[in-house]
């Protein structure tokens, strides 16, 4: 009598919570996005925790491997930490120092470019008769005279508005920066808590796992797990391969063709390829300006080249450095990451593809699994 009630009870209990689901939709939003808002420093840990640890794998595979020594085991895990984040940090901080000044120089140029043009806008405005300007701004009355009140009201307005921008983009950017320290710090200080105690999670983990779920739901969840893992794990080294290919190819072309800044552009488009296929064109853009400070033509040149380059990349390179080291096909490289960025823009773009090559593999062994050969009997 029991066993008939399970499945009618089950059912109802979907539907009733189906219904709240509807019901109270507005209000389950705001709570789950109020929940992901205050869990984000922790999620960006975790995201910050699992680069990191690409990294730090391996230089606890290449710190004195197979000594014994107690200290060198013990200090093994700070030191490799260490040197990950460390080299994180330099990898960054070069790139930055790489782009940073020769942008500044080309803002420099730029300035320097329109510094003339407005002083000849202003000679044309003194050359105005009062009668122009009046209609131009209504500060001059009819004979010419200056309309003091006029002139005041609108010097007043300008300040105070101006003041009140100000004040609120201060506030603003001070609000935003705050809010953007405060949770970097949190993020790094949880990333390293992850790192420093990873073994002693994946067991917890595990035990949980394996107490409150079914032995074959417990093999399956931790199969998938794994195979998710060395998915995102190779997407990340497939991708960081990729990005230093176009960058070193988005060179020497510039190189051969004797565009400006072939360094620096380089540089910009390798670290922005980090974004798949999308993430060229956001490099492309900054680089076109800086090279329109020097040739607009050869900026105009220098997007059909990166249009070309690009192409090329998207469609042979990325779908074959990418997808051979997550051993997923191009094809299905090219509609993940069509799909995710519809979906969910960039961030759907990075989770895509991995996504795609773990539900690949599992359908993959699912289907050889069950199309292998019966064993025979005797």
């Not at 930490?81 to 901080?93: F, K, M, R, W």
């Not at 565009?259 to 798949?276: D, E, H, K, Q, R």
């Amino acid at each position: 009598m029991k066993q008939e009630w399970k499945g009618p009870l089950r059912f109802g209990a979907v539907l009733f919570a189906l219904y709240l689901a509807v019901h109270y939709w507005e209000w389950l939003s705001g709570l789950a996005l109020l929940a992901v808002k205050a869990g984000f420093p922790l999620v960006l840990g975790a995201v910050i925790a699992y680069a990191v640890n690409i990294l730090m794998s391996m230089y606890e595979g290449w710190y004195f491997p197979k000594s014994q020594n107690q200290a060198v085991i013990r200090s093994r895990r700070p030191v490799c930490l260490v040197l990950a984040y460390a080299s994180l940090i330099g990898i960054v901080v070069l790139i930055v120092r790489m782009i940073l000044p020769e942008l500044i120089q080309s803002v420099t140029l730029l300035l320097e470019e329109l510094t003339p043009l407005l002083r000849q806008l202003s000679i044309k405005l003194n050359d105005l008769s009062p009668d122009q300007l009046a209609a131009l701004s209504g500060m001059f009355a009819a004979d010419g005279t200056v309309n003091w009140q006029e002139l005041a009201t609108k010097v007043v307005n300008f300040v105070l508005a101006g003041l009140g921008g100000v004040m609120g983009s201060l506030v603003s950017l001070i609000s935003a920066t705050v809010s953007a320290a405060f949770t970097a710090i949190v993020s790094v200080i949880f990333s390293i808590y992850l790192l420093t105690e990873k073994e002693n999670l994946s067991r917890q983990g595990a035990l949980l796992m394996k107490t409150y779920l079914k032995p074959s739901w417990y093999s399956r969840l931790l199969y998938f797990l794994e195979t998710l893992h060395n998915c995102f794990r190779r997407f990340v080294v497939g991708q960081c391969t990729e990005a230093v290919i176009l960058g070193l190819l988005c060179m020497g072309g510039m190189l051969l063709f004797q565009f400006p800044y072939a360094s620096m552009v380089g540089t910009l488009i390798g670290f922005t390829a980090l974004i798949p296929v999308a993430g060229a064109y956001i490099g492309a853009g900054v680089g076109a300006f800086m090279i329109f400070t020097v040739s607009p033509l050869k900026a105009l040149l220098f997007l059909v080249f990166i249009s070309v380059l690009q192409q090329l990349e998207g469609n042979l390179i990325y779908p074959k450095v990418v997808g051979s080291s997550i051993g997923l096909p191009g094809i299905w490289v090219l509609a993940a990451v069509t799909i995710g960025g519809g979906v969910l823009g960039i961030g759907g773009m990075l989770l895509a593809v991995p996504l795609a090559a773990t539900f690949y593999q599992v359908l993959r062994d699912d289907v050889a699994k069950r199309n292998r050969p019966a064993p025979r009997t005797k």
